[in-house]
C-alpha cells in the first residue's frame, strides 16, 4: 500500500515497511511477551515503552537505514533508532504509532557529541491511545543515563546536556504527552520546527518534502566516524561515579 503521511486515521499507521519489519518472529515475540499481561492498548503501549528505554542510549550510523529487528539485536539506539523499534513493537500488537519529525537546539547535546551544527532533527514518537495522539520521546535515554547526566548539570548549572533537559520528563504514562529533551518552562528548548508525521526514518528522508534534510554521503561518512566517538563518551557517563545510585 501506498505510504501516506497525511492522515491522522489510526489504522493508516498499522503497516509494515522495510524498517518496520513486523513480520520478523524476534520481534513479534518479544513484543508480546512484553505485553502478555497488558489487559488494554495503555497497557501495552506503556510497558513497550519501558522495555525500548531500557535499552541504552547509543549513536547509531546510518540510522535512517536500520529495521527495528536489527535494532532489538542490537540492544542501543538514539531517537530514530529505538523510535522505529519502538513503533515496530506498537504496531506488531495492534496499536497504532508513528514518528514526527521536529528541528530542536542541538545544545541538548552537548557533552555528548560536538555538533557542528545548531540544529538536529529529533524524531518523536506519536501512539494513539484514547481515540487521540499522544507524543512521548521518553524511551530514548536510559535511566542511568539520565541520572548521571542530571548530576553533571546540577554541577554546571545548564539545562540541558548529555541527551537531556533537566526538567523533562523521564516516564511515560500513556495518556499525556511526555518529552525528555526539552521543557515548555524553557522556551529555547522548544522544537524549531514541525516537519510532520512518518512511518519510520526512511520514509522521513526519502520524501522530497523534506530533500533539504537528505542526508548525503559527506553526512553519512561523518556519522559514521562519529558514532564510536559518541557510544564510548556516552559509556564514560553512564559509567562515572557518583550519580549511579540517585533515581532517573
Not at 194 to 217: I, Q, R, T
Request: hydrophobic share 40%; with cysteine.
Amino acid at each position: 500500500m501506498p505510504l501516506s503521511s497525511t492522515t491522522d486515521q489510526p489504522h493508516d499507521w498499522l503497516c509494515s515497511t522495510r524498517l518496520l519489519d513486523l513480520d520478523d518472529p524476534k520481534l513479534r515475540i518479544q513484543a508480546m511477551r512484553i505485553t502478555q499481561l497488558a489487559t488494554t492498548p495503555t497497557r501495552k503501549a506503556v510497558a513497550l515503552h519501558d522495555f525500548v528505554k531500557s535499552l541504552p542510549f547509543g549513536c547509531v550510523a546510518g540510522f535512517d537505514h536500520v529495521p527495528a529487528a536489527a535494532v532489538l539485536k542490537a540492544g542501543r539506539g538514539d531517537c530514530h533508532t529505538k523510535g522505529t523499534l519502538f513503533v515496530a513493537m506498537l504496531r506488531s500488537v495492534g496499536v497504532p504509532a508513528r514518528l514526527r519529525f521536529v528541528t530542536l537546539s542541538s545544545g541538548f547535546l552537548k557533552g555528548i557529541i560536538d555538533v557542528p551544527q545548531s540544529t538536529i532533527t529529533h524524531a518523536v514518537a506519536e501512539v494513539y491511545l484514547d481515540a487521540r495522539w499522544i507524543q512521548t520521546d521518553t524511551y530514548v535515554t536510559d535511566s542511568l543515563l539520565e541520572a548521571q547526566a542530571a548530576e553533571l548539570l546540577s554541577q554546571t548549572g545548564c539545562l540541558v546536556g548529555y541527551g537531556i533537559h533537566v526538567r523533562g520528563m523521564h516516564f511515560w504514562d500513556g495518556r499525556h504527552a511526555a518529552h525528555a529533551q526539552y521543557n515548555v518552562s524553557d522556551p529555547a528548548s522548544l522544537p524549531l520546527h514541525d516537519w510532520g508525521v512518518a512511518h519510520d526514518p526512511e520514509h522521513f528522508y526519502s520524501s522530497k518534502d523534506h530533500a533539504e534534510l537528505e542526508l548525503g554521503w559527506l553526512t553519512r561518512a561523518k556519522w559514521m566516524l562519529a558514532a564510536a566517538l559518541v557510544n564510548r563518551r556516552v559509556e564514560q557517563v553512564r559509567t562515572q561515579p557518583g550519580a549511579a545510585g540517585q533515581p532517573a
